[in-house]
């Protein structure tokens, strides 16, 4: 384990490939068109110049907004190129932009890490944040950084966050993604939760678990990891744990079930079984007198 600090790539604007089929509308017609930028942060103005279009200082050819128009994903843009944001390694990452100016997931071998169905991963990461009831001042633990949603999403209710990511891959992908700003404030500890969280001896308000799914990472859903959460929650604080989709069945058993079983043989207290957001909601029970 090591601490690990997000460094923020230093591109001059993010599109995606909505925005490449926008501006390449545009370049057909010419003039001035306004654009989103960042992926739906911020907006700005796109200017046509004959077969070209310039964004925020930067050209970009009619044959450069054609190649992108034809990989759906993300785009940094510099002064002196266009790179796509992903990464080639043991896996295949990529920041995978669902619709226009909504949070962007990402994909690892094809596989979307976030809920992007009906709603979208910045609104999801909120609604764990929300069933821990998150506050000003609270410590919160984040299990499983990704791109950081949920750790800047308890932020923002003015909490402490330590966030716990194995991936260093996923952490650079989040330095190149816009919607993951300011975590770089947050503190990362860089290693396997199930290797991590044993080795911490703070204590927490709340924590949200937010793993893989159970065929991925089937220790971190094991009663001895959830033994460590307990110990790590003050009495009375609360644990979110996303299991997966809606009535997730894994090996024909009901995952739902099978974690909320887990959790309350190790002392926990299940509160709430939400299952069109695939959260299980537990409480540690308060010291009796």
């Not at 001059?12 to 490449?20: G, I, L, N, Q, R």
């Not at 966030?163 to 396997?192: H, Q, Y």
């Not at 887990?262 to 009796?288: C, I, M, N, Q």
Request: a negative charge.
């Amino acid at each position: 384990m090591r601490r690990y600090r997000i460094r923020p790539t230093d591109f001059v604007a993010v599109v995606s490939h909505f925005e490449a089929r926008e501006l390449l509308r545009a370049v057909r017609k010419g003039g001035e068109i306004e654009i989103q930028l960042d992926l739906g942060l911020h907006s700005g103005k796109a200017r046509i110049n004959g077969d070209t279009v310039v964004i925020e200082g930067v050209e970009l050819t009619r044959d450069e907004l054609e190649s992108m128009t034809g990989w759906k994903g993300a785009y940094g843009l510099t002064t002196d190129n266009v790179y796509r944001i992903e990464i080639r390694a043991e896996h295949y990452y990529k920041l995978l932009p669902v619709r226009p100016g909504e949070a962007p997931t990402i994909e690892i071998d094809g596989i979307r890490m976030h809920r992007t169905k009906w709603t979208d991963p910045w609104t999801d990461a909120g609604v764990k944040v929300g069933k821990v009831g998150v506050s000003e001042g609270d410590r919160v633990l984040d299990v499983c950084t990704g791109l950081g949603y949920t750790a800047l999403r308890a932020v923002e209710r003015g909490a402490e966050v330590i966030s716990v990511e194995k991936d260093r891959n996923v952490l650079e992908i989040a330095g190149a993604n816009p919607w993951s700003r300011g975590l770089e404030e947050v503190e990362i500890l860089l290693g396997p939760a199930e290797e991590v969280v044993p080795s911490l001896d703070d204590e927490f308000d709340a924590i949200v678990h937010d793993p893989p799914r159970l065929a991925r990472a089937g220790e971190l859903y094991s009663e001895n990891f959830y033994r460590e959460l307990l110990r790590l929650l003050r009495p009375g604080g609360r644990l979110v744990h996303y299991v997966g989709a809606p009535g997730s069945r894994y090996r024909g058993k009901d995952v739902l079930a099978g974690v909320s079983r887990r959790l309350t043989r190790v002392g926990f207290e299940v509160v709430d079984v939400d299952r069109r957001w695939g959260l299980v909601t537990a409480e540690k029970p308060s010291a009796r007198v």
